[in-house]
């Protein structure tokens, strides 16, 4: 098969959906000989802000001079993003070889797409001798397919209210789904600093023995300057200080998203990982990760998130206002229906100018007509335009001086506005 034909065949499985459980990813990755075992991991599980800490912990394990393997999803551009080495994509033909090689055991084990996907990663991995693997969670945690590794460090970024369906509709019961990565005598770190969220993690690692760590109890920072290039910020975690860090990633979450990340590199410092502070200051610099208040363009002024919900949504609005405050922005926006947009247009709705409502190429996104009726209740300035790529085209021929443009909503709708700036076909 070409490549094309191989992400045709996987994507031809993901329209069955997610499947929680780790029967078939146990007895796939048995048939495989277990790859996930063969190299030390962190696993980083939480509502928003995983793929950020791990990306963070990718580029600072790299700078220290570790070969290490980065599984998110889902991705932005191409499928060969969701399995990473060091800063480079999986390569094609290996996907298409694994494909090829596994569809018979593929249609033994019924798998999901992101089962594939994770037993594809886990595989790639040890075949490439890495020193490390850096693994997102893709829903919750508990019955999640990465859920099959027992890492050196446990990561849950925060909880709030997504995917309610599957997870629960409490923080506490989203918090004991998420803190089902825990393994015995594994610690945990958390940013969540709900009381109510932190009482359900903790009692999962007592269960586990597994030392509990909630950031806000032992780590800090100070701002010295921020902007749409990154932070500078002083960092406080325990007896250790860090000054004038730069972290190459804009918004106050992401300093937040930092302190875990530096209590990761020291919890693997007392396992006998070699971390120095030079390697830290220099992976923070170096990271590489779209689609999180990227500065696409600065002359006109384009930024691109992926904030997909409501959680994200506020967080996205609170770096606007911290970093371009007086700014009024041309949002294009599309979004899965599952999603509050409701209330994701409200959190925006003190910057927006103009709203432009697309619809993301994916069979669960939403009616551009409802997200129009929320919009019409907040009284936005708006118009469908339902092809992703035309919505971004109309947003950047109609920016006016002084204007910027804001591209958000969901990963699909991003990757769409990505593709059409450079002139290549629709997303995959």
Known sequence: MT????????????????????ERIRDYTDALGNPQDKYPTI?????????????????????AGYKVGLLTSPHLVDYSERMRINYNNCDRDYIIGFVNENMQRMKEIPVSFFEITTALAFQYFAVENVDFGVIEVGMGG????????????????????????????????????????????????????????????????????????PLDKVAKYNIRRMSLSGSYVDIESGAKKYEN?????????????????????????????KITDNALYEGFEKIKWNGRIQVFSRNPLVLMDVAHNVAGAKTLRRAIMDIIPRKKLT??????????????LTEYSSFISKLIITKPISERAADPEEVAFAAEKLGLNYEIIPSPGNAYRKAISDIEDEGAVLVTGSHYTVGEAIMTSNGNGSYR
């Open 331 to 344: 949002v294009v926006f599309g979004v899965l229906a599952e999603k509050d947009f409701g209330a994701m």
């Open 142 to 213: 508990r019955l999640d397919a990465t859920n099959i590794i027992v890492p050196e460090v446990s990561i849950i970024t925060n909880i709030d209210y997504d995917h309610t369906k599957s997870l629960g509709n409490t923080l506490e019961r989203i918090a004991v789904e998420k803190a089902g990565i825990t393994k015995p005598e594994v610690p945990c770190i958390t940013g969540a600093q709900d009381k109510r969220v932190q009482e359900a993690i903790g009692r999962i690692c007592n269960e586990n023995r597994a030392e509990f760590i």
């Open 3 to 22: 490549y094309q034909e191989t992400l045709d065949y996987l994507f031809s499985i993901e329209k069955y959906g997610i499947k929680l459980g780790l």
């Open 43 to 63: 696993h980083i599980a939480g509502t928003n802000g995983k793929g950020s800490t791990a990306a963070m912990l990718q580029s600072i394990l790299s700078s």
């Open 245 to 273: 860090i730069f972290i190459n990633l804009p918004g106050r979450h992401q300093i937040e998203n930092a302190l875990g990340v530096i209590k990761t590199v020291e919890l693997l410092r007392d396992k006998g990982h």
